[in-house]
């Protein structure tokens, strides 16, 4: 048994933290996930001030479902105290900024500011309204009233789920998608660099702009703008592969040989084979055998063969015994006997004594033959 850690791909039903791991996660600082639950913010911990929502689900996302015609629904904060909440300043006199919702509007008559931060005494300070199918997303708004903003028509459809991705990377580079497909917006005003100083209440579904009607099952904020290549790779994963991943136990042993190759499969190379001494070459492919002409050369010995894979050797050389005026037919694999002049030194003589044949064998065997 062994633990294996893949990214999760369905809503968590538990309390999951951000994988910081995942460089998608960098400049994340606020996340909410229905599944995990309305009642707290993911990387604080903190419970919202303020809860006017019920369970439900929206497709296969857990949501919470806000339709109460008030100004405070769902919020983290205090518009009368700035600092009552470290969620009140997270984009405060930020340049760029990244928002995605996973939502489902009951009714295309439904206009509500779905998420952002904003007080009605001192005016927006970034938002998404859901404008019935349109959008409109102030992706700033700074301290002198001026606005960075981009509007949206015919996007969005009553009880379906969308996701809804946003980044501003500063000035007029943005990136909007929408169920992973890039959608272009209408720029409406240029002016603002940054977002309000003095930020207030975090708040999602209020009734500013109209009541709500809506299915909230994600809402994250980055205070950083995501690359374009980023918010396509966040868009075409499951937005709860930003969570830690869950171990798993998978029975099975990590020792043994190797897997085979998968069933079905023919496995074709083609590769160049050297034999050590030999001017060849060869194509091998899977289930051959291969089949090499060499020249072989032979110790002390002036000849040369052709050679197939499997086949026994077999030479015919002529060989030099030192001392001795012989010479002899060699082959592979043969006991060599011979009949020699006499060896400066031994005790035999030229018709083959005893002795002679032990120097006999013992010439063969120091050749190897």
């Not at 052709?306 to 030479?315: K, M, N, P, R």
């Not at 002049?341 to 120091?366: C, K, Q, W």
Request: hydrophobic content about 45%.
């Amino acid at each position: 048994m062994f633990l294996i850690r893949p990214p999760l791909a369905q809503q968590p039903q538990f309390a999951a933290q951000i994988d910081r791991s995942n460089p998608l996660t960098r400049g994340l600082v606020f996340a909410v996930d229905a599944g995990i639950g309305a009642q707290r913010e993911i990387i604080t911990d903190l419970a919202p001030t303020v809860f006017n929502g019920s369970p439900s689900t929206a497709g296969p996302y857990r949501s919470v479902y806000v339709n109460a015609a008030a100004a405070d629904n769902w919020q983290w904060g205090d518009n009368a105290n700035a600092t009552s909440s470290p969620l009140n300043g997270i984009l405060s006199g930020a340049t760029q900024s990244t928002v995605e919702l996973v939502f489902r509007t009951r009714s295309t008559a439904t206009t509500p500011h779905a998420f952002g931060q904003w007080n009605l005494s001192s005016g927006n300070h970034w938002l998404v309204q859901i404008n019935g199918t349109g959008l409109v997303w102030v992706a700033a708004e700074d301290d002198a009233a001026n606005r960075r903003r981009w509007d949206g028509s015919g996007l969005f459809t009553a009880n379906r789920v969308h996701r809804l991705i946003l980044s501003w990377r500063g000035g007029s580079d943005y990136t909007a998608i929408l169920d992973g497909s890039r959608r272009v917006l209408t720029a409406v005003n240029t002016a603002a660099t940054s977002i309000r100083t003095n930020v207030f209440a975090l708040r999602i579904a209020s009734n500013t702009g109209g009541t709500p009607d809506l299915d909230i099952g994600v809402a994250r904020v980055w205070n950083r703008g995501l690359s374009e290549a980023e918010c396509f790779a966040l868009a075409s994963r499951h937005p709860a592969a930003l969570y830690q991943p869950m171990a798993r136990r998978v029975w099975g042993s990590l020792s043994g040989p190797p897997p085979s190759v998968v069933n079905g499969q023919t496995l074709t190379a083609t590769a160049t084979v050297s034999v050590v001494g030999a001017a060849s070459t060869d194509a091998v492919v899977a289930g051959q055998v291969i089949t090499a002409t060499a020249t072989v050369a032979v110790a002390g010995v002036a000849t040369t063969d052709t050679v197939v894979s499997g086949q026994t050797l077999t030479a015919t050389a002529t060989m030099s015994v030192v001392g001795a005026a012989l010479v002899d037919a060699v082959v592979a694999g043969r006991l060599l006997v011979a009949t020699a002049l006499a060896i400066p030194g031994s005790a035999f003589d030229a018709s083959g004594s005893a002795g002679a044949r032990r120097t006999r064998m013992h010439l063969g065997v120091g050749l190897g033959l």
